[in-house]
């Protein structure tokens, strides 16, 4: 596989977790610091480049079992914590400030949950690689650092457009998430 192939793939597997980082940030609304950015980017990138050297060991053992369900796995993920978003945005409390929204959205759970339905896609890829033979980690070094790059990008474009949207940052952050999950269900 050649480097510039690896790119664009990169690339379309980053996407989705460029658009889930643009719903966070969107959520932040006035929240925003640079450190936010770096962690999304950490978080996706780092799931980004495992789960394409897992899905090739999977793919040595199980090949087109796992094919069959990832894109039900991702839309259930991403449907439940879009979900929990637009309910938490919704809910009648005063837990509006930057720290417990914050404290929210960077829960290690909810950031390994977002990274995982992201990247599920990859692992899928990773079982590509293991049907042709490619070894894995170059283009997964790759992948993971694109999806760094988009992700932390992401975070802040969303920031940006949650300045401007206030109150129903939250809940039009969730939705994207929504739809994220059922475009991964439909393709």
Known sequence: MNLVTVVFLA?????DAFAVSVANGIAMKNCYKLYYSLVF??????????????????????????????????????????????????????DDTCGVQI??????????????????DACAVGVSFAMTD????????????????????GVFIGKQIGGLLNKSAGVIGGLIL?????????T
């Open 11 to 15: 690339a379309g597997l980053a996407a």
């Open 41 to 94: 980017g950490f978080y996706f990138g780092l799931f980004q480049f495992g789960m394409p050297v897992l899905g090739f060991f999977l793919g040595r053992i199980l090949s087109g079992v796992f094919e069959d369900i990832s894109n039900w796995i991702a839309f259930g993920l991403l449907a439940v914590i879009g979900a929990k978003m637009i309910y938490e945005s919704l809910k009648d409390g005063n």
């Open 103 to 120: 404290d929210r959205i960077f829960a290690a759970k909810n950031m390994c949950v977002l990274a995982l339905a992201t990247s599920i």
């Open 134 to 153: 490619t070894r894995p980690l170059p283009p997964s070094v790759i992948i993971g650092a694109v999806t760094f790059v988009f992700s932390a990008a």
């Open 178 to 186: 929504l739809v994220i999950g059922f475009k991964m269900l439909i």
